[in-house]
C-alpha cells in the first residue's frame, strides 16, 4: 500500500500563504490523479484541488485563483501552493493519490487509492 506524507500546514495569519507538500513512498506503476481536500470541524470534506495524469488541473470555486496544484512527476509528489489565505481555509488539509500499483494492475482496472494523514491549516489573526 502507497503512504502519503503532508507537510507544510501550520498557523498563518490572514492575506498569507502556506505551502503544503505530499510525498508518496511505496510502488506506484502509474499515477491516474492526486488531489487535496479539506475538512473543516463539523463539515464534510470537500475537494480543493486535483491534477490529472495528463497535468490538468480543477480547483474549488472558492480557492481560484488564490491556490495552485503542481506536481513533481519524478518524485510522485505534489504541492499545494495556497495564497491569500482567509479564515474560511482553516481545515485539515489531506493528500490523496489515485493509482495502479503494477502494469498488470493497470491491464486489469485494479486502481489503488491511498490518503494521508492530514495536515492543519489555521487561518487567524
Known amino acids: 500500500q502507497v503512504q502519503l506524507v503532508e507537510s507544510g500546514g501550520g498557523l498563518v495569519q490572514p492575506g498569507g500563504s502556506l505551502r503544503l507538500s505530499c510525498a508518496t513512498s511505496g510502488s506506484i506503476f502509474s499515477i491516474n490523479a492526486m488531489g487535496w481536500y479539506r475538512q473543516a470541524p463539523g463539515k464534510q470534506r470537500e475537494l480543493v484541488a486535483v491534477?490529472?495524469?495528463?497535468?490538468?488541473?480543477n480547483y474549488a470555486d472558492s480557492v481560484k485563483g488564490r491556490f495552485t496544484i503542481s506536481r513533481d512527476n519524478a518524485k510522485n509528489t505534489v504541492y499545494l501552493q495556497m495564497n491569500s489565505l482567509k479564515p474560511e481555509d482553516t481545515a485539515i488539509y489531506y493528500c490523496?493519490?489515485?493509482?495502479?500499483?503494477?502494469?498488470?494492475?493497470?491491464?486489469?482496472?485494479?486502481?489503488?487509492?491511498?490518503w494521508g494523514q492530514g495536515t492543519q491549516v489555521t487561518v487567524s489573526s
Open positions: 490523496n493519490v489515485d493509482y495502479y500499483r503494477t502494469y498488470v494492475a493497470q491491464q486489469a482496472g485494479a486502481r489503488r487509492e491511498s
Open positions: 491534477i490529472i495524469g495528463g497535468g490538468t488541473t
